[in-house]
């Protein structure tokens, strides 16, 4: 995969949406494929958070205390919140078809935020934007 297309794939993330793809580009760039076999497991309930997910190909079955209650699939993100928050993984990720997922470290995307502040800029206009309409604001200003 380009940089490029790994970009192009971290658009289904929602903190990066409002990203520019030319600022994605430097996140994509320190993002790596992995390819997993059906039954591995991505991550498991309780685990530390280390890193986002996008299936790229495949199916990855989700379990919270044993029982399912999502699939993901290619284009879908897993672990968004795992690079801003300490919390434990709340499921166990399952691989049920052949998956390659793109891989985001959270120190790497940390690296990408302190030396690319036009990302780190995107990424909070976006997140304050989105604070503003839920508590009604809309796209005022607060005052």
């Not at 380009?2 to 996140?27: C, G, K, M, N, Y």
């Not at 320190?30 to 498991?44: C, I, N, P, Y």
């Not at 166990?92 to 390659?100: G, Q």
């Not at 959270?106 to 989105?130: C, H, K, N, P």
């Amino acid at each position: 995969m380009t940089v490029v297309e790994r970009a192009v794939a971290l658009r289904s993330v929602d903190a990066f949406r409002r990203v520019p793809i030319d600022q994605l580009a430097h996140v994509a760039a320190v993002a790596r494929e992995q390819a997993l076999s059906k039954g591995e497991t991505l991550f498991r309930e309780g685990d530390p958070p280390e890193s986002l997910f996008v299936v790229l190909d495949g199916r990855i079955q989700l379990q919270r205390s044993g029982e399912v209650f999502a699939e993901a699939k290619a284009g879908e993100p897993l672990g968004t919140w795992s690079l801003f928050i300490d919390h434990p993984r709340r499921a166990t990720a399952t691989v049920v078809e052949e998956a390659r997922m793109l891989v985001l470290d959270r120190d790497e995307f940390y690296e990408v935020l302190a030396e690319q502040v036009e990302v780190t800029r995107s990424m909070v206009q976006d997140l304050v934007g989105r604070l503003l309409q839920l508590s009604g604001l809309g796209e005022k200003e607060p005052g």
